[in-house]
Each structure stands twice: as C-alpha cells, then as structure tokens.
C-alpha cells in the first residue's frame, strides 16, 4: 500500500515536471539560474525519490532499511543546504562585479548593472524556490515510508 | 513518529534562507533606491540660433585642404571657413 502511494506521488512528480517543461519552466531555469545549482538539485532529488521507492518497496526484507532512511533524511538536508549555498552564490553575484563599472552620470552603465544584479537575485530566488519545493517533496515520500513501517 | 525522528524537522537551514533572501530583496530595493537618488543630469547645450546647419565631414587621414564657403544669393557676399 505504501508503495502504491509512493508510486502515485511519483507519477504526479513526473507530471508536474512535465507540465513545467511545457511551460518553458526549466529554459528559464537555465537562464536565471547563473551558478546552474538548481539542476545539481534536481538530479539529486530525483535519484534519492528513486531509492527511496526501491527502500518502499523491499523496506520488510532490506537489512539496511535504517541506514537508507538516515542517508534519504540527510539527502533532503543536503537539498536544503544546496539551496542556501545557491542563495549566497547569488548575494554575491549581485554584489561582486556590479558596481566596478559605474558611472552615474551614464544610464547605461547603471541598467548594465542592474541586470547584473537582477541575475543574481534570480539565481537567489530560483534555488530558493527549487529546494523548497523538491525537499519537502522528497520528506512527503520519506514520512509515507516511515508511515508504512510503523503499521508494520 | 519516534522523538527522535521528530529532531529532523527542526532544521534552521531554511528559515535562514529565506531570511537571507529578504536581505538580498533589501539590498537590491537599497541600491536602486541609491543610484536614483542622483539621476544624471543632462549637461545643458547652448541654444542653437542658426536656422541652417552646415556639416562637412572628411577621412583624418586624407592630404587635402577642406574649405567650406558660403553665399548668400541675395547680397553676394561669400563667408569661409576653413
């Protein structure tokens, strides 16, 4: 039954991924996103729903249930933690080459920098967004599958 | 839910996230605010009186001499500048 619903949240996984690739979501990902971190999440969210699903489904014969589930709740931290390191790689973007090149007096320096620093508040914002969605995705399957195991 | 499970939902990593994108809003609002504060000033051109502008133009590099002269039809009078 848990494996089931696993399967369900991971179908529906799939879906929004695909919906969001019809929308042109990832293309934008990829332009807003300078330090590119938010695809490093998205791969590692997608191979730890995979083993959580193989820890779902054999969690009654699989003797490392324990150091899978530990090693799954400490993928979604490190998820967490990617998403801050994203954030500050922004903060600094915004703040590093900006304002070498200013000169008040001159408009197009100044739009130069601010689209510099509207890159680096988008990559802030967009890994942002991407770990708080995945991490909590990733704990829904998690908590399903302790569910599953304290029914046992 | 075991407590000791219960200790993995209280991470702070998040919440410091979000609060560092807050200060990354600010600081953006901040800078902006900052350079529009002094908006280039345009320099001020001296008012043209002339109701026809002459512009000759030639290559730096060329050996010639460039005049431009200039008649009125009415008097005759011609003016060089060279």
């Known amino acids: 039954m848990i494996f089931l619903r696993w399967w369900l949240f991971f179908c529906l996984t799939i879906l929004a991924a695909t919906v969001s690739y019809y929308f042109g ?3 934008e990902l990829y332009d807003k996103d300078a330090t590119k971190l938010s695809f490093v999440i998205i791969s590692i ?17 699989n003797k490392r249930y324990e150091t899978g589930m530990n090693a799954s709740w400490f993928t979604s931290e490190v998820l967490l933690s ?7 790689a922004g903060f600094i973007l915004m703040l590093g080459d900006s304002f070498g090149s200013i000169d008040t007096a001159n408009p197009e320096t100044l739009k130069e920098a601010l689209s510099s620093m509207a890159l680096g508040m988008s990559t802030a914002l967009y890994t942002t967004l991407v770990w708080l969605i995945l991490s909590q995705a990733l704990k829904i399957q998690l908590v399903n599958l302790e569910s599953g195991a304290e029914n046992d | 839910m075991t407590k000791k499970n219960n200790d993995r939902f209280k991470s702070t990593t998040g919440l410091n996230d979000l609060l560092f994108n807050l200060l990354v809003g600010f600081v953006f609002l901040f800078v902006v605010a900052f350079l529009l504060i002094n908006p280039p000033t345009k320099k001020e051109e001296a008012p043209k009186k002339a109701e026809y502008l ?29």
């Open chain 1, 45 to 61: 969210y997608f191979m730890a729903s995979l083993y959580v699903g193989k820890l779902t489904y054999d969690q009654r014969s």
């Open chain 1, 82 to 88: 990617l998403g801050m390191i994203g954030t500050v």
């Open chain 1, 25 to 27: 979501f990832f293309y």
């Open chain 2, 54 to 82: 002459i512009i000759i133009e030639w290559d730096e590099g060329i050996n010639d001499d460039v005049d431009l002269w200039g008649q009125r039809s009415t008097r005759g009078n011609s003016i060089v500048y060279s």
